[in-house]
T-cell receptor, first 116, second 117 residues
Framework: AQKITQTQPGMFVQEKEAVTLDCTYD???????LFWYKQPSSGEMIFLIY??????QNATEGRYSLNFQKARKSANLVISASQLGDSAMYFC?????????????FGAGTRLFVKA | GAVVSQHPSRVICKSGTSVKIECRSL??????MFWYRQFPKQSLMLMAT?????????EQGVEKDKFLINHASLTLSTLTVTSAHPEDSSFYIC?????????????FGEGSRLTVL
């Protein structure tokens, strides 16, 4: 069975500082993808970053980077130079790449508050 | 990125009526779409996988007769909440898979907030 765990219900960060949102996962699949999504108060889900289990390098997208540690089964999101607009819910997600009908499961989420 | 449009964004209906929510992929073809339900301050719960031209695959515990899914074309999937009751009130989000295989990315619609009175 697959499982995503986000242990931080809420996080505070000062504007312009970096913040790390934790995500651990469990899967029996050999090939899988890890994703992070942002959900602002409007409700829309915004795709941020993707990491494949076979990727040797950590993914980066602008101010977002994914700290992927396969042996520890962790895929933490790092947001550098936080902005007020980064305040939102953040969900870590996982999907098998070869099996399971490409179903994506989500963690419980972390609410990020950026302070001015 | 790819665009997925969901309509309506908000709907209020009386108990016992049916409500249809549309999910469209605007700039790509999506053979697979997914429907999620999200309760306040909770995560997204996968309800069903919608496959173009075939029956939807429902997750365990989801009533297929209450939540009718139709994926009639490569750009449109609909979710119909039949005989809605107050406990069906929730935020429903659709998503569409762009691309094929492992490199595919999931894009989401804006969500539909259903309130059943």
């Amino acid at each position: 069975a697959q499982k995503i765990t986000q242990t931080q219900p809420g996080m505070f960060v000062q504007e312009k500082e970096a913040v790390t949102l934790d995500c651990t996962y469990d899967t029996s699949d050999q090939s899988y993808g890890l994703f992070w999504y942002k959900q602002p108060s409007s409700g829309e889900m915004i795709f941020l970053i993707y990491q494949g289990s076979y990727d040797e390098q950590n993914a980066t997208e602008g101010r977002y980077s994914l700290n992927f540690q396969k042996a520890r089964k962790s895929a933490n999101l790092v947001i550098s130079a936080s902005q007020l607009g980064d305040s939102a819910m953040y969900f870590c997600a996982m999907r098998p790449l070869n099996t399971g009908g490409f179903k994506t499961i989500f963690g419980a989420g972390t609410r990020l508050f950026v302070k001015a | 990125g790819a665009v997925v449009s969901q309509h309506p964004s908000r709907v209020i209906c009386k108990s016992g009526t049916s409500v249809k929510i549309e999910c469209r992929s605007l700039d790509f073809q999506a053979t697979t779409m997914f429907w999620y339900r999200q309760f306040p301050k909770q995560s997204l719960m996968l309800m069903a996988t919608s496959n173009e031209g075939s029956k939807a695959t429902y997750e365990q515990g989801v009533e297929k007769d209450k939540f009718l899914i139709n994926h009639a074309s490569l750009t449109l999937s609909t979710l119909t909440v039949t005989s809605a009751h107050p406990e069906d009130s929730s935020f429903y989000i659709c998503s569409a898979l762009e691309g094929t295989g492992g490199g595919s990315t999931l894009f989401f619609g804006e969500g539909s907030r259903l309130t059943v009175l």
